[in-house]
């Protein structure tokens, strides 16, 4: 039995009236099971006639989204739910690339063909809301308690390579072995080059998953090496078995570390992945990665990262006026645990300076120019960039010291 939000019977009782029969599907079942909760959830429509009839009926009980169109699929916001409703479709490969689909939509469908579709047996799993049961023709409960990821249809798995980057990062998330066939049929794909038929941003995606969802990304990472697929991100080859080793635990160490917000989230880990790499190689890896402008220079910045521990305060400033501290004390407990003591007494006195999460605030400012009756000129800006050189070197700590230091090196 799946539990399943009590506020949807609404919209299943409206469509069980229109002999339109509602099962659930892929993720939500897939996570229930494995005792996750989700707020995403998938719906497929059997007997319903068009995906214009199903928008007509739903539009009542909220927001539509028809982002999905030609796919089938329409999207329904409702209370605190991502809903997608989709009538029953197969997918039949015509072209390169991942739009290369052709789609084909029936009212009447049968579970086990529409189910044909979809990348695993664990993600091919039904629950049909009306009659209270399961509908598994893959045999994805099975998997599930095996903790073993299978391919449900080898002919259509292969048609979209990015099925091997999910089978990587499904493993890592959930702790999940590839069934011998499916660790070949990758392999095989990755031989064939496959990964080089992707854009960018959506082996990012599935990267993003692996990094930021996984309790071991090590995990992901070695099951990248072991199908070959170091042919894709050939930086890695650059790097020695102890290095390779001491990276793997790093972002281990790092996956407990992470913060509320995705991106910092992904600089550090990039940051680690990429720590060994010649410069030209970080950027070549980073940029077959994303195409995000500022993801790179956030990355680049990492390499600044070299706490000591007889650093000053004057040192730790002008480090934070380059990188993030914080940043660099969970980039430098994740590679040098043994210095952890060190690394949070920076830390501390980072948080102490209140320059942990960003660079030293400005005790100058152009108004205290004026004030003691210089008019605004092109001059300005030196002066201040001369100011804040001296109030990182420690020669005044409050604004008015630093008043002081300023009429001495105008008046004097």
């Known amino acids: 039995m799946i539990h399943y939000p009590n506020t949807l019977d609404i919209i299943f009782n409206r469509l069980k009236k229109l002999h339109i029969r509602p099962i659930i599907v892929g993720g939500y079942i897939r996570d229930s099971l494995l005792g996750k909760e989700s707020k995403d959830i998938d719906i497929e429509l059997y007997g319903a006639t068009s995906l214009e009839h199903i928008e007509e009926v739903l539009k009542e009980f909220g927001k539509i989204i028809t982002v999905g169109k030609s796919f089938g699929v329409c999207k329904l916001l409702y209370d605190d739910l991502d809903l997608d409703f989709s009538l029953p479709r197969t997918e039949t490969k015509v072209s390169t690339g991942h739009r290369g689909f052709k789609i084909s939509t029936f009212a009447n469908l049968d579970f086990k063909t529409a189910a044909l579709r979809r990348d695993f047996t664990l993600n091919a799993i039904g629950f049909d809301v009306e009659n209270k049961i399961f509908l598994d023709p893959h045999n994805g409960r099975e998997a599930l308690e095996k903790k073993v990821l299978h391919y449900v249809d080898k002919k259509s798995f292969v048609e979209d390579p990015l099925r091997i980057l999910r089978a990587v990062q499904f493993c890592s998330r959930f702790d999940f072995s590839m069934s011998k066939e499916l660790f070949v049929l990758c392999g095989e794909m990755v031989s064939q080059n496959m990964l080089q038929e992707l854009p960018k941003e959506r082996i990012y995606e599935e990267t993003k998953k692996l990094l930021l969802q996984s309790k071991k990304p090590?995990?992901?990472?070695?099951?990248?090496?072991?199908?070959?697929?170091?042919?894709?991100?050939?930086?890695?080859?650059?790097?020695?078995?102890?290095?390779?080793?001491?990276?793997?635990?790093?972002?281990?160490?790092?996956?407990?570390?992470?913060?509320?917000?995705?991106?910092?989230?992904?600089?550090?880990?990039?940051?680690?992945?990429?720590?060994?790499?010649?410069?030209?190689?970080?950027?070549?890896?980073?940029?077959?990665?994303?195409?995000?402008?500022?993801?790179?220079?956030?990355?680049?910045?990492?390499?600044?990262?070299?706490?000591?521990?007889?650093?000053?305060?004057?040192?730790?400033?002008?480090?934070?006026?380059?990188?993030?501290?914080?940043?660099?004390?969970?980039?430098?407990?994740?590679?040098?645990?043994?210095?952890?003591?060190?690394?949070?007494?920076?830390?501390?006195?980072?948080?102490?300076?209140?320059?942990?999460?960003?660079?030293?605030?400005?005790?100058?400012?152009g108004k205290d120019l004026i004030a003691l009756g210089l008019k605004p000129s092109v001059e300005f800006s030196q002066i201040l960039k001369n100011a804040y050189e001296a109030q990182i070197d420690g020669k005044f700590k409050t604004n008015k010291e630093a008043q002081l230091w300023l009429k001495r090196e105008l008046f004097s």
């Open 218 to 365: 090590s995990v992901g990472l070695l099951l990248l090496k072991n199908l070959g697929a170091f042919s894709y991100f050939k930086e890695f080859l650059s790097l020695d078995e102890e290095v390779w080793q001491k990276t793997l635990l790093a972002v281990d160490f790092m996956a407990t570390q992470l913060t509320n917000d995705t991106r910092t989230n992904m600089v550090l880990m990039l940051g680690l992945l990429s720590l060994s790499f010649e410069k030209n190689a970080k950027i070549s890896f980073l940029e077959r990665l994303s195409n995000e402008k500022k993801l790179l220079p956030c990355v680049l910045k990492l390499q600044e990262c070299d706490l000591q521990q007889a650093m000053s305060d004057t040192s730790l400033m002008r480090l934070a006026c380059k990188t993030t501290l914080q940043h660099c004390v969970l980039l430098s407990l994740a590679l040098y645990p043994q210095n952890a003591a060190m690394y949070l007494a920076i830390q501390k006195r980072a948080q102490k300076l209140k320059i942990l999460y960003k660079e030293p605030k400005a005790l100058l400012h």
